[in-house]
């Protein structure tokens, strides 16, 4: 399988409910422009995969980082239903900042719900955040930091 069709075939595996709080609006298919984009190998956007070592073919999330105006990159995550709050999404974030170089910022739009990311945030810089009509906006400047990880038997990688 290629990575596109198993990005597409882990979208399909959500939840209505957690596609929407992905792209923040309904979605039953995974947007081409962004595939497209996150499938071009480029440093304007890249991303990270995640592959439980019991299920090598498929992958269960993935996180990207698209370059934006003034030097920020905008994250964007989406971890399949049933593998969400093990630390996977925590894990790729560890390896999608690691990816960015040191002296860019990071820009996250969340629903209201997803309020904790702002404390996984926090580690990597001061965050500034607002809200807009149930969503939050927020933007990190960064710092150093050192690496850490306790998820185990999940395999993070280079889209």
Known sequence: MTDGAALVAMH????????????LAPSAI???????????????????IAVLDSRPGDVV?????????????????????????????????????????HHEGLCVSALADNYWLLGKLAKFGTVVSGMDHGIIHARVVRQPRELTSNVERVNCCAL
């Open 30 to 48: 995974f947007p081409q422009r962004y595939l497209q984009s996150l499938l071009a190998g480029g440093n304007e956007h890249f991303a990270v």
């Open 12 to 23: 399909g595996r959500c939840s209505p409910a957690t596609r929407y709080s992905r792209w």
């Open 61 to 101: 999330g993935f996180a990207s980082a698209a370059l934006v105006s003034d030097g920020f990159r905008e994250l964007g995550f989406l971890v399949e239903d049933r593998y969400q709050t093990r630390g996977i999404g925590s894990m790729m974030l560890e390896s999608l900042i690691d990816l960015c170089g």
